[in-house]
């Protein structure tokens, strides 16, 4: 039973005691105050029936938001990738070689142009300070 249906029971009930509502001061006041509770019950549905709504609306907000979150995270493991590797020049044939993470755990990499194998030397160009003059 809702708050209306209550105020409902309650005004049949008083309309069937067929109270005085015109000459008797009680009855006057019975039906002012069972007015106000119709009053407050029609507010309250009001009320509920906006919180709901409220409710659905910030159940897709949250469902967009998430959206948005998993765009963003990803551009970012994106750019992580982009600078996780540098490059360095085969010293048998002078290709280009991508350094990954493997490669740098290892030490070692592999020339894929003429399949030479050399240790990673990061010291040098890291440890290169110019200076002397
Ligand atoms: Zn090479």
């Given at each position: 039973?809702t708050?209306s249906e ?128």
């Open positions: 039973m708050i209550k105020v409902a029971y309650l005004k049949g009930l008083s309309e069937g005691l067929a109270i005085d509502t015109e000459k008797s001061k009680e009855g006057k006041l019975i039906k002012e105050i069972i007015g106000i509770l119709e009053e407050i019950g029609y507010s309250i549905e009001d009320l509920e029936d906006t919180t709901a709504e409220l409710g659905e609306e910030i159940d897709a907000v949250s469902d967009d938001l998430s959206d948005v979150e998993e765009i963003l995270f990803e551009d970012d493991d994106d750019e992580d990738e982009d600078d996780d590797y540098f490059t360095v020049e085969c010293p048998t044939c002078g290709k280009e070689l991508i350094v990954d993470e493997d490669a740098l755990a290892e030490g070692v990499i592999q020339c894929p142009g003429c399949a030479d194998t050399f240790a990673l030397d990061l010291s040098d160009e890291d440890e290169d300070e110019e200076d002397g003059e």
